[in-house]
């Protein structure tokens, strides 16, 4: 009897025994868990570098940090834009297409580091900056598809263009009209080419109407009378002109008059003190 109590008493015994061994074993698993966990928080995430600024892909080339030019600069910038539009309305005329290209590649180049309209530039017209939009992707368009009509009319409308943007960056007694005739003249001449009468003689009142205003400005300057004169005569046989006439002689002769009158806004500066045979000829228009 006393066996059996002593052997019941040994088995709850045990059992507690097992129980608090367990609860050791336990505690101890989950204690180095906790340690364990601490030093992978402690560690952080796997070694990486110092997160820096993504780099944003750049659809235009990164001009913003260049300092903005002057007003002198960005003429001289619109005076290369205006030789290259020449150049690229000569390349279409004798159907150099992949110059033309390259000439436009060029122009595209330069003009996307010219300001946009904006309260720095209050010069530069917002509605002329989107005709100017337009009349670029018509023009890649015409170059693509060898259109040489449509490739002629863009590149005159670009050219008015940037005529007048640069004439509004100080003319030095330009006057804008001036420079609209060089636009016109090859206005009549396109459609003239295109076969509509009706746009052509329109182009041809708007020329009259041109020269009309800047007249005076030309007659003022030196040797500038003669021209003058000379350019009235071509303007008044443009007026009247009939079939019977030599339309593109007439035309090239306005261009050579235009060139003309161009050279009576370039003169000879020199600094102050400097002697007379170091001066540069300037170009004012």
């Given at each position: 009897m006393i066996q059996k109590v002593m052997t019941m008493t040994r088995k709850p015994t045990a059992v507690f025994i097992a129980l608090a061994a367990l609860t050791v074993a336990g505690f101890f698993i989950v204690s180095n868990f906790i340690a364990d966990s601490d030093k992978i928080q402690t560690k952080g995430p796997a070694p990486r570098p110092t997160p820096t600024p993504k780099r944003q892909a750049l659809i235009s080339p990164p001009s913003v940090s260049k300092t903005p030019l002057t007003e002198n600069q960005l003429r001289d910038e619109l005076k290369q834009c205006q030789v290259l539009l020449d150049q690229l309305n000569a390349d279409i005329s004798t159907g150099s297409w992949d110059k033309a290209n390259g000439h436009f590649a060029e122009f595209e180049q330069k003009m996307g580091i010219l300001?946009?309209?904006?309260?720095?530039?209050p010069d530069i017209s917002p509605v002329m900056q989107d005709f100017f939009a337009l009349?670029?992707?018509?023009?890649?368009?015409?170059?693509?598809?060898?259109?040489?009509?449509?490739?002629?009319?863009?590149?005159?409308?670009?050219f008015g263009i940037v005529s007048e943007q640069r004439a509004r960056f100080g003319t030095r007694g330009v006057p804008l009209e001036f420079q609209r005739l060089h636009f016109?003249?090859?206005?009549?001449?396109?459609?003239?080419?295109?076969?509509?009468?009706?746009?052509?003689?329109?182009?041809?009142?708007?020329?009259?109407?041109?020269?009309k205003e800047v007249r005076p400005v030309i007659a003022a300057r030196r040797n500038g009378s003669e021209q003058a004169k000379n350019f009235d005569s071509l303007i008044e046989k443009l007026s009247t002109f009939d079939q019977n006439q030599d339309f593109a002689t007439l035309i090239s002769e306005l261009g050579k008059g235009f060139e003309q009158m161009n050279t009576l806004f370039q003169r000879v500066s020199r600094p102050q003190g400097a002697s007379a045979n170091t001066g540069k000829t300037s170009e004012d228009d």
């Open positions: 300001p946009a309209p904006q309260l720095n530039h009349y670029k992707i018509q023009l890649g368009r015409a170059l693509a598809s060898q259109d040489a009509q449509q490739a002629r009319f863009a590149t005159n409308q670009l016109l003249i090859r206005e009549v001449e396109i459609w003239n080419q295109a076969g509509d009468q009706e746009m052509a003689y329109l182009r041809v009142i708007s020329l009259r109407d041109a020269w």
